[in-house]
């Protein structure tokens, strides 16, 4: 990368040189840089790669396997706790809703009965059980922008860190807008509290060769502006516990979600989670763009 895709900056600094995480406990044999940009923060990979792009190429080697039950295992409770942030600042009523990168559809099946219409869009690895559930399914954005098909609310949630190019991922997403339309975006936070708190013990762990991009607030607002959006809302989203964090801490590596040293009562891990949230020092940021 010759310039900042963000702020067209030409200078970065080297902000890691070793190996990379390339499956759910492996890592590459070879080091690897990941350069950050001095003036708008955005980090990213000096290799990226375009073939991670296709999302079941990526879940294959990421989770344990590529299964639909698998995917629904893993991600169900993760669906349920975005689904729930977000419905608090938009309402998903009688709307024609798209989710890209929809997998097996977890969010689609649990909007299917509010929304007017529900459409996926993954790779055709994922095209039979979404017609199963009874949703429209379209296998590239290029294909929906051709069919003139528009949305209401386009679902875009960890995805666009994994794009080779994200500006032309995100233009294509604007064509396919209703009039009033939005796109709602979940994207990995790198200013958060794990790697405040963890440095290099917690960053070891997230680098990943299938994130070709690493965001921030900073750089996130400006990328939109400069794409003629509105940001209607931006908010946090920590997708892990208070003791989850400490436990980490404890033993300065990944550790698993369930089975963990209890610090605090849930109560107390619902403060720290909204106060979290609240300063964007959350492992997620949610943007509603218009
Ligand atoms: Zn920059």
């Given at each position: 990368m010759k310039k900042c895709i963000i702020c067209g900056n030409n200078k970065f600094k080297l902000i890691w040189h070793g190996k990379l995480r390339n499956s759910s406990n492996g890592f590459t044999k070879k080091r690897e840089k990941i350069y950050q940009c001095p003036i708008c923060d955005l980090a990213f990979l000096k290799?990226?790669?375009?073939?991670?792009?296709?999302s079941s190429v990526t879940r294959n080697i990421f989770n344990k396997s590529n299964s639909y039950r698998e995917f629904v295992k893993f991600h169900s409770p993760r669906e349920q706790a975005k689904l729930e942030s977000i419905e608090k600042h938009i309402s998903f009523k009688n709307k024609n809703i798209l989710e890209s990168?929809?997998?097996?559809?977890i969010l689609l099946n649990k909007l299917k009965r509010v929304a007017r219409s529900t459409t996926g869009l993954d790779s055709p690895f994922y095209k039979k059980i979404i017609e199963k559930y009874g949703h429209k399914y379209f296998s590239s954005i290029d294909e929906i922008i051709k069919s003139k098909v528009k949305f209401d609310i386009a679902f875009s949630l960890s995805e666009i860190e994994h794009k080779y190019d994200p500006a032309n991922f995100i233009k294509k997403m604007k064509?396919?807008?209703?009039?009033?339309g939005v796109i709602i975006l979940r994207i990995p936070n790198f200013n958060n509290i794990y790697m405040y708190m963890l440095g290099n013990s917690f960053l070891k762990y997230d680098?990943?060769?299938?994130?070709?991009f690493y965001f921030g607030e900073k750089n996130l607002d400006l990328f939109f502006k400069k794409l003629n959006f509105k940001i209607v809302k931006k908010f946090g989203l920590n997708e892990y516990t208070l003791n989850h964090l400490l436990n980490y801490i404890n033993v300065k590596k990944r550790v698993p979600v369930k089975g963990l040293k209890k610090y605090f009562e849930k109560k107390t891990e619902k403060f720290v989670k909204q106060n979290i949230e609240n300063s964007l020092a959350s492992t997620s940021l949610i943007y509603i763009l218009r």
């Open positions: 290799d990226r790669r375009k073939k991670l792009e296709d990168n929809c997998g097996t559809g064509k396919i807008l209703s009039k009033n680098y990943r060769i299938s994130h070709n």
